[in-house]
């Protein structure tokens, strides 16, 4: 098994190489993050706004606090409440996709015009004002978030479900008299994983800069918790003073991002059955 994912890696191009090893730093402080910060997440060590130091190697945050530290803890926050977000969208989108693809009729209708109506509000707006009105806590900015990004799960998968469903072993299923959760663990899903895993890495993304815009933003997660956006709304002053700390936390969201859609585009040729052109 090892062998097979090593060899998989090797045959991977340099740009889905780049994407794999930067994807595998970022989980690996996401879950080590405590044992790898110098400093708590919450810890004030020192004044405010301290320079680069070898006690404090990227300065010190508006409050004082260890900025490397603060970036460490930044990333598990940050990566895990997209990551949790993303499932929890595929895991309504998706399953409603499906129902509505293989039943049909008035439930697919139905279905259809509630995500047309969700599709047509711009997603940052929709968002201000949900969290405006509710609160700005964790719990709303996730359901918030996973029921704008279950909407474009729903598009593709009905629309790759659908495809499925006019199959003759789905229509065979259905005269076994199978369930419909049946014909949709063992005929739909095993289909269409393929795109769905690849549109798993886009949805990825959009969810984690979309994060990152709402908490820069002020409605996102919430201090003294360490989230990317919101250490570069923190820290922008010190932009003036030619110190580029606010951009850290900027250039690591632009480094994850582009990393896994390298990746991304890799499982999308793969899953084409395109060869490569040398």
């Known amino acids: 098994m090892k062998n097979k994912i090593f060899k998989i890696f090797l045959s991977a191009p340099l740009s889905a190489k ?3 090893l930067v994807i595998l730093f970022f989980s690996i402080i996401s879950i080590f993050a405590p044992l790898i910060a110098p400093y708590g997440e919450t810890e004030i060590i020192g004044r405010s706004y301290e320079v680069w130091s070898e006690k404090h190697l990227l300065g010190t945050d508006n409050l004082g606090r260890d900025m490397l530290s603060r970036l460490i803890f930044g990333a598990r926050n940050t990566i895990g409440m997209a990551l949790f977000t993303t499932f929890l969208a595929f895991l309504i ?3 409603l996709g499906m129902i509505a693809a293989v039943i049909g009729g008035w439930i697919d209708q139905i279905l259809g015009r509630i995500v047309d109506v969700l599709m047509s509000i711009p997603s940052l707006i929709f968002a201000l004002l949900i969290l405006s009105f509710f ?3 964790i719990t709303y900015l996730i359901a918030t978030c996973s ?4 909407t474009r799960v729903f598009r593709l998968a009905r629309a790759t ?3 499925v469903a006019v199959m003759d072993y789905v229509e065979v299923a259905h005269l076994r008299g199978e369930k419909l959760g049946w014909i949709i663990r063992k005929e739909i899903l095993p289909n269409i994983t393929a795109p769905l895993l ?3 890495g886009l949805r990825f993304c959009f969810v984690f800069l979309f994060i990152s815009a709402v908490s820069f933003l002020g409605l996102g997660i919430q201090p003294p918790t360490a989230d990317w956006g919101s250490m570069v709304r923190d820290n922008a002053t010190l932009i003036s003073y030619d110190d580029i700390t606010p951009l850290l936390p900027a250039g690591a969201i632009a480094l994850l991002t582009v990393a896994t859609n390298f990746v991304v ?3 999308l040729h793969k899953s084409s059955g395109l060869k490569d052109v040398n």
Not at 147 to 150: G, H, P, S, V, Y
């Open 18 to 20: 780049f994407g794999i």
């Open 93 to 95: 989108g998706g399953i």
């Open 135 to 137: 609160g700005t806590s």
């Open 147 to 150: 029921i704008l990004e279950a």
């Open 161 to 163: 479900a659908m495809n």
């Open 198 to 200: 690849a549109e798993f």
């Open 265 to 267: 585009d890799w499982m």
